[in-house]
């Protein structure tokens, strides 16, 4: 997650010429997992601009070290905000699509803002409830200063870090008590929308739930606020996502993981909005790697 906005970052960087802040990663698809070793190559492409935004493809791709024959891992799109002197969204230059494929992204990428929106408002009214039992698992931590960027706050990278770890306690504990429930990965983030800056030194408090399951999935709804640690009840949402895990069986399939059925309102009310998201996510048409990679 971190090579993914190191790498969109310097694109959109290099686009505007000015500091840039993430503002939004969607349909991180992990189409395979990168073994330890590997050689990684993440590319970035510029897809659509807007007065102050900048739409970014980008592609996690592998390879062995002794056959050098890169494969895509990981695509998704990020959105940069670039920001002024002032620190206020400053705007950029427009991107006029030339090739084939520059049309073709630049197509999704507008096709996809109306989902991005819907999705966004769906995860805003949801009743996130603090203490979720079995279910749910919180981190807490002070921002360490060596996560910092150019502009004195924490990297987006970094949150998307934290996010996934966060995540993989939540999947990894609701699996099971047994030593496969360990093996829990993300096969998929999306939604990921970065309202406010997280600060060096703050207190962070990441909230990760489950809120839908299917026979072999565990979705699971996550959301960072931080505070002051003068005013630790004060908290901020900064970020949000909803990501999904799977446990391999170790012959290319995944097991069972336990049900979750919603008692309550508030539950039911999570439930519903999981799977409308899951439904909404589905119609969104994934973007290929050749395509991601065309000239």
């Not at 993430?22 to 073994?35: C, D, E, K």
């Not at 739930?209 to 996550?222: E, K, N, P």
Request: hydrophobic share 40%.
């Amino acid at each position: 997650m971190e090579w993914i906005d190191k790498a969109g970052y310097a694109c959109a960087v290099g686009w505007s010429g000015s500091y840039c802040v993430t503002a939004y990663v969607g349909n991180v698809l992990h189409r395979r997992p990168i073994a330890p070793g590997s050689l990684v190559e993440a590319h970035a492409r510029l897809i659509h601009t807007g007065r102050t935004s900048m739409h970014v493809l980008v592609t996690v791709s592998s390879a062995d070290v002794s056959t050098r024959e890169f494969r895509a891992a990981t695509t998704c799109i990020l959105i940069f905000v670039a920001k002024g002197s002032d620190g206020r969204p400053a705007a950029v230059r427009p991107w006029v699509p030339r090739s084939r494929s520059d049309k073709k992204l630049a197509s999704v990428a507008v096709d996809h803002i109306d989902a991005r929106a819907t999705i966004k408002d769906l995860m805003l009214d949801d009743v996130f409830a603090g203490k979720a039992g079995a279910r749910g698992r919180t981190l807490r931590f002070l921002v360490p200063p060596g996560v910092v960027n150019w502009g004195g706050n924490a990297h987006g990278g970094t949150v998307m870090r934290w996010i996934d770890e966060a995540a993989y306690v939540c999947a990894a504990s609701w699996a099971g008590e047994d030593e496969a429930a360990s093996d829990a990965v993300a096969v998929y983030s999306g939604g990921i929308h970065f309202f406010a800056p997280v600060r060096i030194g703050e207190l962070v408090e990441i909230n990760a739930q489950i809120v839908y399951t299917s026979t072999h999935s565990m979705h699971i709804s996550i959301r960072v606020h931080t505070a002051d640690p003068r005013r630790p009840d004060e908290m901020t949402l900064t970020t949000q996502c909803l990501s999904v895990f799977v446990v391999p069986d170790g012959d290319g399939g995944t097991r069972p993981v336990p049900q979750w059925t919603p008692s309550g309102d508030e539950e039911l009310s999570l439930w519903e909005h999981a799977r409308d998201i899951v439904q909404l996510r589905e119609r969104i048409v994934p973007i290929s790697a050749s395509l991601a990679r065309e000239d």
